[in-house]
């Protein structure tokens, strides 16, 4: 039973636009949420988080948001890089415990 | 730079071998975790320990075990390797408190079992 859901295993997009990454997630007890970005042949990398009690939260090109109401969150990259082509997965954590569980992730390309 | 070091980038063992994965970190983190990673299935957890001597089960313990008898090192064991415990495995740490950045990965372990 997957708790964590990322429904799209790739998206390709241009450089300089938008990237859009999207998340659902089941578990209504998941207060915290934090998205990391893995390279082939490496660890995951943390990359932005975000409470339940925000709806967003942005850090340079790199906004999460956060709808409670339909358990889903996205990551937004803007504008994208070449070198943000890596896979993304989302994660979620219940208050009260360190466990993380994730998603099953998204592949991103970006092309020039 | 803060570090969790996994002692092999790449390994091959034969199916019945008994395997050990050795995880390292220096940031005096209290928390521990190993994931595998597999295409399609995310970032699965195995087992974590709170502390020294500590563990529990994740999602997915069967026919694995683990150690961690120092608190910066928390070794993963295949008790008896089968193919389909091929995979990448992800070695974590963090501190008690999840705060603003999640758990530090190690560079993970490619084993294959032939």
């Known amino acids: 039973d997957q708790q964590v859901k990322q429904n799209s295993p790739s998206l390709s997009v241009q450089e300089g636009r938008i990237s859009i990454l999207n998340c659902d997630y089941t578990n209504s007890m998941f207060d915290y949420f934090l998205w990391y970005k893995k390279y082939p042949a490496e660890g995951p990398t943390f990359l932005i988080s975000?409470?339940?009690?925000?709806d967003k939260n942005e850090d340079g090109r790199f906004t999460v948001f956060l709808n409670k109401s339909a358990k889903h969150l996205s990551l937004h990259i803007v504008p994208s890089q070449p070198g943000d082509s890596a896979v993304y997965f989302c994660?979620?954590?219940?208050?009260?415990?360190?466990?993380?569980?994730f998603g099953t992730g998204t592949r991103l390309q970006v092309f020039p | 730079d803060v570090k969790v070091t996994q002692s092999s980038r790449y390994l091959v063992k034969r199916t019945g071998e008994k395997v050990f994965l050795e995880c390292v970190q220096d940031?005096?983190?209290?928390?521990m975790f190993w994931y595998r990673q597999d295409p399609g299935l995310g970032l699965r957890l195995i087992y974590f320990s709170y502390d020294v001597k500590m563990k529990e089960k994740g999602d997915i313990p069967e026919g694995y075990s683990v150690s961690r008898e120092k608190k910066e090192r928390f070794s993963l064991i295949l008790e008896s390797a089968s193919t389909n415990q091929t995979s990448m495995y992800l070695c974590?740490?963090?501190?008690?408190?999840?705060?603003?950045?999640?758990?530090?990965f190690g560079s993970g372990t490619r084993l294959t079992v032939v």
């Open positions: 940031m005096d983190h209290e928390n």
């Open positions: 974590a740490s963090t501190q008690s408190s999840l705060a603003n950045y999640g758990y530090t």
């Open positions: 975000i409470s339940s009690i925000k």
């Open positions: 994660a979620a954590s219940a208050k009260n415990t360190d466990k993380l569980i």
